[in-house]
């Protein structure tokens, strides 16, 4: 009777161990992706993130929650993710803002480059030239001019300090030797509002968020600030073209985790989002945006935004950016 009695203790153990287990995998297996993006909806950054988070849940089999906080240049998202638990469930829609820019401009309480680690790039986007219909100028040439007999009256927008947008415009005013003044938003979506409404006189835009209203006419294209044209816009020259050269000024976009993250869980992120990003309906929706899919697996990624950090810093030193610019 004791054996019996033993034995059958022993299996009830075992039962109760295999649900347990499996209880416990279920149970991390569904719970949600938190996906961290540091815009506001509307947004370059908002719009790749809702590209691939409901593919992303399939390929997980996971929610995939779209967490917008905005600010600071978009670091509040990374700094939240950078220090989440490193369990795969917290990502970063990571941009070249808050992982090569502000880094160099903003006191932060993380390191992009040790305390996040690159899963994979999204895409790639160029930046537009962009004008309101207030102001007159039909091409780069003749906006030029506008601006070089009219010192400090132009003003461009951009989504933050140490944004592509606010460099991009630093940069021009400087090859073309004049004045801009430089007006920042917490986010695209509120300095596009301000745009149209003719607050400010014009924008080096994120494709993504001024595509649609380029079509609406409610915006003009003058360049894009890429060295070559975009699809979307095969009738907007380069600013090299333009008779600007030497700005290349492109936005990037790609996913991190929490520095520290098992490497099985970070490959299996990977090989998900590779999916993702190769499938044919985001390749169109990507297309849609003027963005180029990423094609970096995380170790070439990591290489990639490394270079982007370094490039950026001797920028910002050369432009001599800070910031209450």
Do not use: C
């Not at 996040?116 to 219909?133: G, K, R």
């Not at 506008?146 to 140490?162: C, E, H, L, T």
């Amino acid at each position: 009777m004791k054996t019996w009695i033993a034995g059958a203790l022993a299996g009830l153990a075992t039962v109760a161990a295999v649900a347990a287990t499996t209880g416990a995998a279920w149970a991390q297996d569904t719970r949600p992706v938190r996906l961290m993006v540091g815009a506001a909806p509307g947004g370059g950054t908002d719009v790749m993130a809702r590209i691939v988070s409901d593919k992303l849940a399939a390929q997980l089999k996971q929610p995939v929650v779209v967490d917008n906080r905005p600010g600071a240049s978009n670091t509040i998202a990374a700094d939240i993710t950078a220090k989440a638990p490193a369990d795969g469930n917290t990502l970063l829609m990571g941009v070249v803002t808050s992982q090569a820019i502000a880094p160099h401009l903003l006191k932060l309480q993380f390191d992009p480059l040790k305390d996040l680690a690159p899963v994979a790039l999204v895409s790639t986007v160029p930046n537009v030239l962009v004008v309101n219909n207030q102001v007159t100028a039909r091409d780069v040439k003749a906006l030029v001019a506008q601006i070089q007999a009219n010192p400090d009256k132009f003003r461009y927008s951009s989504s933050g300090v140490g944004s592509t947008q606010h460099l991009a415009g630093a940069a021009f005013a400087r090859q073309i030797k004049g004045k801009l003044l430089h007006v920042p938003y917490k986010s695209s979506s509120s300095a596009l509002v301000d745009l149209m409404g003719g607050q400010v006189d014009m924008s080096f835009e994120t494709m993504p968020s001024v595509i649609s209203h380029i079509k609406a006419g409610k915006l003009r294209a003058l360049a894009v600030t890429a060295d070559q044209r975009s699809a979307l816009l095969p009738n907007v020259p380069t600013l090299a073209e333009a008779g600007v050269p030497g700005i290349q000024m492109s936005a990037w976009y790609g996913v991190y985790a929490p520095a520290g993250t098992p490497p099985a869980t970070l490959q299996k992120l990977g090989a998900a989002l590779a999916t993702v990003i190769k499938d044919p309906d985001t390749v169109r929706r990507l297309a849609d945006v003027g963005a180029v899919p990423g094609a970096l697996n995380a170790a070439q990624f990591d290489a990639f935004s490394r270079a982007e950090y370094a490039r950026y810093g001797k920028l910002i030193a050369e432009l001599g950016v800070k910031l209450d610019q």
